[in-house]
C-alpha cells in the first residue's frame, strides 16, 4: 500500500497542471504568431487600400487614370484574396484565442470598403472588368449552407483562374456586424447566403457552374 | 471558445492527471513492484475450479495445479457444471488418479461461474480459498509467492499477475497486450489501496471474510469484480502479487472477444448499480474505484459521441459538396482546400499518444516473459490506435445489452 495516497493524487494533479497550463501558453503564443502574420498582410493591405482611395480621390484631376484606378482596385482585390485564404486556413486552426476572428472582422471592413471603391470606379470609368462579390457567412450551422459555401469557393476560384485580371472577386463574410455592408446587402435586396453579386446588378443564390456565370460577365 | 475544444482539453487533462498519477505511484514503490512478502506460515488452502465445456484444457489446469511447489495446497474441487462435452469425464479419471482432486458436479446447469464457484466453495474447509478458472494455468510459484501477503489481516484477498497463453492471431497478441498494461496498472492501483478486480484466472481469499460477505453474487455476470468491491466496502484490502504468474486462453476470435467484453462492461455496469450509494463516500472504494469507473466510463461515451458527431458532419458535408460540385461542373477536391496549417490541438494530440505509446512500451519492458517474444511494432501500433478505440463503442453496446437485459455469462 501506498504510504501518502492522497499526495500521490495531489502530487499528479499539480504536475499535470503545470503542463496543462505551459501546454496552453505554448499554444495561445503559438496562434498569436499566427495573428502577428496576419497583422502584418493586414498593414500592408490597408496600404494598398489607401493607395486606392487616393486615386479614387484623383478623379477631377488631369492626371487621373482610369485603367491606372482599375489595375490598383484589381492588385488589391488580388492580395486581400489570396490573404483571405492564409487567414481562413488559420482560423479553422485557431482553436484557443478569438483574435484571428477579430483580425477577420477588420478585413470584412477592408474588403467592404473595397466593393464600395470598386462600385465608384465602375460610375466614373467604363472599363473591361467585372466584380464578383462573394458573401458568405463564417460560420454555418446547417451542413447543406456549409457545402454550398465550399462549392462556391471552388466555381469561383475557377473562374478567378480563367479571367485572371479581368474580374475582381471579393469574398466578404457577412456575419462580421459591418454595418455599410448592411446597408449595401439591403439596398440590393440579397434575401439570403451564400450569394454571389456580380457587377452589382445579379445576385445568384443557388449554385451554378462557372460556364453560367459567365454569361453575366462583361 | 468552442465547447468541444472544452471538451477535448479536459481530456487532455485527465489524460496527463493518469499518466502523472501511474507515474509518480512507480517512482514510489519502484522496489516494491515485484516484491511479495514471505509467509510468516503455512495457511492451508483449497482451490475451486468452474468448468463447463473444457474438455480441451481441464487437464493441464489441475495439472499445473497439482505441480504447484505450495505446501499448504490440500484440495483442488473441480466443479463441473454440467458440461455438454467430455469435460465431467476427464474430471472424474483427474480424481480417481490424484488424491487432492476432487470431482463435483453441480445438479443442473447454472449458466454462471459465480453459481459453480459458490458451489464448490461449500465443500472448503481451509483458512484461504483459491479459484482457477479452467483455462487457465498457474505457474509452479504463483500461489507461493501470493500467500505472505494475508500475514496482514486487513488482506481478504490476493490476485496475479494474468497473461495470455495463446498469442498466435492478431486479436491474441493484442490481447497479450492488453493484459500486460491491465496489471501493471493494477498494481500501480494496488499501491493506492485501489484494486478493483480479482480475476477468476487465479485469485485467493481469506476463507471467512468470502463467507463473511456472502460469496460470489451469483446476478453479477462479473463476479470477481463484485466480490473485489464488497471486500473493500467491508473495509479489507485486496493486493497484487507481480510474481504469481497465471497463463490464460484469450478469445481467439473477434466474435468471443467481443462478446467477453459485454459481459466484462455489463458486469462492470451491475456492480457499480449495486454500490452506487457508496459513491463518493470515505474508503477507497466510494472516493476513488466507484469515481474513477464511472468517470472513465462516462468520458468514453462523451467522447465516442463527440466524435461520432465531428466525423459525421465532416462526412455529410463532403458528400454534399461532392454532390453539389459534380452539380455545378467543378473540381471535387482542390489543392489549396488542404490545410498545411494544423490546429494546435493536433500536436497536443499527438504528444499524449507519444506519451500513451511510451507508457505501453514501458510497459512490455518490464514485464519480462521468457516464454515469448516481446509485442512488435505492428501490435503496439494496432493496440494504441485501433484497439484502444474501439472500447466505448463497445461500452455503448453493453450499456444498451443492459438496458434490454439480454445478457449471460
Same mark, same amino acid.
Not at chain 2, 340 to 366: K, N, R
Given at each position: ?218 | ?99 487432492? @482432486?476432487?470431482? &463435483? *458436479?453441480? %445438479?443442473?446447469?447454472?449458466?454462471? =461461474?459465480?453459481?459453480? !464457484?459458490?458451489? #464448490? ?49 492478431? @486479436?491474441?497478441? &493484442? *490481447?497479450? %497486450?492488453?493484459?500486460?498494461?491491465? =496489471?501493471?496498472?493494477? !498494481?500501480?492501483? #494496488? ?219
Amino acid at each position: 500500500m501506498f504510504d501518502n495516497p492522497k499526495r500521490a493524487f495531489l502530487e499528479a494533479f499539480f504536475l499535470a497542471l503545470i503542463v496543462f497550463v505551459f501546454g496552453i501558453m505554448l499554444g495561445i503564443s503559438f496562434e498569436n504568431n499566427r495573428l502577428v502574420e496576419i497583422n502584418d498582410y493586414y498593414t500592408l493591405s490597408e496600404i494598398s487600400l489607401m493607395d486606392s482611395l487616393a486615386l479614387n480621390g484623383m478623379v477631377d484631376l488631369d492626371t487621373f487614370s482610369c485603367p491606372d484606378l482599375i489595375r490598383n482596385n484589381i492588385d488589391f482585390a488580388d492580395r486581400i484574396y489570396d490573404e483571405a485564404v492564409t487567414l481562413e486556413k488559420y482560423e479553422e486552426s485557431g482553436d484557443l484565442t478569438d483574435s484571428l476572428k477579430l483580425a477577420h472582422r477588420k478585413y470584412d471592413i477592408l474588403r467592404t470598403i473595397l466593393w464600395i471603391n470598386v462600385m465608384k470606379t465602375r460610375e466614373k470609368c467604363a472599363g473591361n472588368f467585372s466584380s464578383v462579390v462573394y458573401l458568405y457567412e463564417s460560420e454555418p450551422e446547417e451542413l447543406e449552407q456549409k457545402a454550398t459555401q465550399i462549392v462556391w469557393s471552388r466555381i469561383l476560384f475557377d473562374l478567378k483562374q480563367e479571367y485572371g485580371d479581368r474580374i475582381i472577386l471579393i469574398p466578404i463574410s457577412v456575419d462580421s456586424g459591418v454595418s455599410s455592408l448592411s446597408s449595401i446587402t439591403n439596398r440590393l435586396n440579397i434575401s439570403g447566403y451564400p450569394a454571389v453579386v456580380i457587377n452589382d446588378k445579379n445576385v445568384l443564390y443557388s449554385l451554378v457552374s462557372a460556364e453560367d456565370i459567365k454569361k453575366y460577365l462583361k | 471558445m468552442d465547447i468541444l475544444i472544452v471538451i477535448y482539453l479536459m481530456y487532455a487533462f485527465l489524460a496527463l492527471y493518469f499518466l502523472f498519477l501511474f507515474s509518480i505511484v512507480y517512482i514510489q514503490n519502484k522496489p516494491r513492484m515485484l516484491y511479495y512478502p514471505k509467509a510468516k506460515r503455512i495457511y492451508s488452502l483449497d482451490i475451486v475450479v468452474p468448468c463447463y465445456n473444457e474438455e480441451e484444457s481441464i487437464e493441464k489446469t489441475v495439472k499445473s495445479l497439482l505441480s504447484s511447489d505450495y505446501r499448504g495446497l490440500n484440495r483442488i474441487y473441480v466443479v463441473d457444471d454440467c458440461s455438454t462435452d467430455s469435460s465431467y469425464g476427464i474430471i472424474k479419471k483427474l480424481a480417481e488418479k490424484y488424491e487432492k @482432486v476432487a470431482a &463435483l *458436479q453441480t %445438479l443442473r446447469n447454472m449458466g454462471k =461461474a459465480a453459481s459453480a !464457484k459458490n458451489y #464448490g466453495a461449500k465443500f472448503v474447509k481451509s483458512e484461504l480459498i483459491g479459484f482457477t478458472d479452467a483455462d487457465s494455468f498457474p505457474e509452479r510459484d504463483a500461489i507461493s509467492k501470493a500467500i505472505g501477503f494475508f500475514d496482514d489481516e486487513k488482506v481478504a484477498g490476493v490476485t496475479s499477475l494474468i497473461l495470455a497463453k495463446n498469442r498466435s492471431k492478431t @486479436v491474441e497478441r &493484442l *490481447q497479450a %497486450l492488453e493484459y500486460k498494461v491491465i =496489471a501493471f496498472t493494477r !498494481k500501480l492501483l #494496488g499501491f493506492l489501496d485501489a484494486i478493483y478486480v480479482s480475476p477468476g484466472p487465479l485469485a485467493i481469499y481469506r476463507k471467512k471474510l468470502f463467507d463473511k460477505v456472502g460469496g460470489f453474487d451469483e446476478k453479477n455476470v462479473t463476479e470477481d469484480i463484485e466480490i473485489t468491491w464488497n471486500l473493500i466496502s467491508h473495509g479489507y484490502r485486496v493486493e497484487m502479487s507481480m510474481m504469481s504468474k497465471v497463463f490464460t486462453v484469450v478469445p481467439e476470435h473477434l466474435k468471443h472477444w467481443y462478446h467477453q467484453r459485454i459481459r466484462w462492461n455489463i458486469g462492470g455496469i451491475q456492480t457499480i448499480r449495486k454500490y452506487r450509494s457508496l459513491f463518493l463516500t470515505k474508503g477507497s472504494l466510494g472516493s476513488f474505484i466507484i469515481p474513477f469507473f464511472v468517470f472513465s466510463w462516462l468520458i468514453g461515451i462523451v467522447g465516442l459521441a463527440i466524435q461520432a458527431y465531428t466525423i459525421g458532419r465532416r462526412i455529410i458535408t463532403y458528400y454534399l459538396s461532392t454532390i453539389y460540385s459534380v452539380g455545378a461542373q467543378t473540381a471535387v477536391l482542390t489543392l489549396r482546400e488542404i490545410n498545411l496549417s494544423p490546429s494546435i490541438l493536433y500536436f497536443y494530440g499527438i504528444f499524449l499518444f507519444i506519451l500513451g505509446f511510451a507508457f505501453t512500451v514501458f510497459v512490455i519492458s518490464f514485464i519480462k516473459e521468457k516464454e515469448y517474444k516481446r509485442e512488435g511494432i505492428l501490435t503496439l501500433a494496432g493496440y494504441t490506435l485501433f484497439y484502444l478505440t474501439v472500447y466505448p463503442i463497445i461500452l455503448l453496446a453493453s450499456i444498451y445489452y443492459y438496458a434490454r437485459g439480454k445478457f449471460s455469462w
